[in-house]
């Protein structure tokens, strides 16, 4: 089970909500893969408390679904949940589309500037990890001008659901730079103020990237859920 280099320096009020945020980083950034063997004692050893806030942090993760018991009842990083996210990205690609179209008569030169500089990164970035966040830091920025608490709240908590998936959909050089465009006709729209336009490529962004996932990442999972644990 390989753990981080360094140790996080953000402060708790709790040993046990420590160990809980850091897992769940973990878990969702990628350093604890799908499937994983998760063991207490190293992580208790590694963060510099005893097993029982690890061992509560890890009730916590299973309640979440990001990790779970397995039939040897060791505990496991969750698989991927592909099933439910087909659903997450019908309902992210609605939510998000509706954030461009009230965004887009609203945005500023200052937003499209930060956007510019974000899709410059990223078409210039290999790392997933990077990758993912860059990608939700394009879309927040719209997301805030399109001045809606209730649908941002709604639509950053599908993003946290789809954010282990994700990660490992932006390892492919195919999704790279077909998204790299999708972004960039989204931009042009927002920039134009065309809320039609930028309703309708920022749909077509989230279809394509569950498309994606279901080419390229159902597969293996069929394969991985064939072989004996």
Known sequence: MPLPHVKSDRRYTSAQQFAYEELRAWILNGVLQPDETVRDVEIAEFLGVSRTPVREALIRLGQEGLVEA?????????????????????????????????????????????MRGLLDTLNQTTAPDRLSALDEEFHRVYYRRAANPVLIETLDSIDEQLRRIERHIWGYVRVHEEAYEEHRVLLEALGAGDATGAAAAARHNWHRSWQRIDELLKPASAEAAQEPR
């Open 70 to 114: 397995s039939a040897s009842r060791m505990t496991r990083v969750a698989p991927l949940p592909l099933d439910r996210a087909s659903h997450l990205f019908q309902v992210g690609a609605t939510l998000d589309a509706l954030a461009a179209e009230l965004a887009a008569p609203h945005m500023t030169e200052s937003d499209l500037h930060l």
